[in-house]
């Protein structure tokens, strides 16, 4: 089941446009550069129209 769901997530892939596969390589950038956060995608009409990333920056007081 694992291996067949796999062989489909690839095929998706294979099959993106140029649009979709510039969103997706959006997203990857922004999950790559948080380190604490989170990232917001926003969606109108089944397309990504806005991704918003807010980074916590943390502070240790000792």
Do not use: F, W
Not at 6 to 35: C, F
């Amino acid at each position: 089941m694992q291996e067949e769901q796999t062989a489909n997530n690839h095929n998706s892939l294979n099959n993106l446009n140029p649009q979709e596969a510039e969103v997706l390589v959006q997203i990857l950038h922004s999950l790559r550069q948080i380190k604490y956060g989170y990232i917001q995608i926003t969606i109108q009409d089944a397309r990504v129209v806005q991704i918003d990333r807010t980074e916590k920056q943390r502070i240790n007081c000792k």
